[in-house]
């Protein structure tokens, strides 16, 4: 079945370290995996997203890699600030469907100064 | 330029009881997906709205329904509520396309007593 699962379920690091969050996926026809960041009582916000014809995709501190033959993908941030604290989920595009989205669990992330 | 609004922002109901949840796109999206999150939890996808019908279904039960209106809002209706109903609900608006980028509303938090 539609399937994402997504580790860490919680990531402590440092100011100024690196973050990565990875996915898997079940369905190997999706081709389009967003990534979206949700603050404490907010909604979630799109921050990042990659389709199946290219393999990373960078904008400013955060870049998205992925990798079809083993169904990957994963998130990383560098240079982590405190107001990157927050829940992050990745996503897929369950094929044969027009826009549905299966989500990961999430990951907190918090960042201490 | 509205981005995606969601009405009312909160609502507690008691078992058995229906609930009417409203949304309207952002300007110039005319496809309407509505998802339940419950705390801790990713979204999950109960349906999608595309020239007022129904064109896509999660795993939910048929006392979700919803309607979309000539103007691409959109209402969620659950009859007999459950205990089991209390979470976030989220609308996200795109275009018509596979693999449109959603965004979000910003929810709206039903608690079932």
């Known amino acids: 079945g539609e399937n994402v699962e997504q580790h860490p379920s919680t990531l402590s690091v440092q100011e100024g370290d690196s973050a990565v969050i990875k996915c898997t996926y079940s369905?190997?026809?999706?081709?389009?995996f967003p990534w979206y960041k949700q603050e404490l009582g907010k909604r979630p916000q799109l921050i990042i997203d990659?389709?199946?014809?290219?393999g990373e995709k960078k904008d400013q501190r955060i870049a998205v890699t992925l990798n079809k033959t083993a169904k990957h993908f994963s998130l990383h941030i560098t240079e982590t600030q405190p107001e990157d604290s927050a829940v992050y989920f990745c996503?897929?595009?369950?094929?044969?469907?027009?826009?549905?989205?299966?989500f990961g669990a999430g990951t907190r992330l918090a960042v201490h100064p | 330029d509205a981005g995606v609004t969601q009405s009312p922002t909160h609502l507690i109901k008691t078992r058995g009881q229906q609930v009417t949840l409203r949304c309207s796109p952002k300007?110039?999206?005319?496809?309407v997906s509505w998802y339940q999150q419950a705390l801790g939890q990713g979204p999950q996808f109960i349906f999608q709205?595309?020239?007022?019908?129904?064109?896509q279904r999660g795993n939910f039960p048929d006392r979700f329904s919803g309607h979309q209106f000539p103007n691409y809002s959109s209402e969620l209706n659950v009859n007999a509520l459950l205990l089991g109903d209390s979470a976030l609900y989220l609308c996200?608006?795109?275009?018509?396309?596979?693999?449109?980028?959603?965004?979000f509303g910003p929810g709206t938090r039903l608690t079932v007593l």
């Open positions: 709205y595309y020239e007022e019908e129904e064109r």
């Open positions: 300007s110039g999206h005319d496809t």
């Open positions: 369905d190997s026809a999706s081709n389009y």
């Open positions: 996503a897929a595009l369950v094929s044969g469907g027009y826009n549905k989205l299966i």
């Open positions: 990659i389709r199946s014809n290219v």
């Open positions: 996200a608006s795109s275009g018509q396309g596979m693999g449109d980028t959603q965004y």
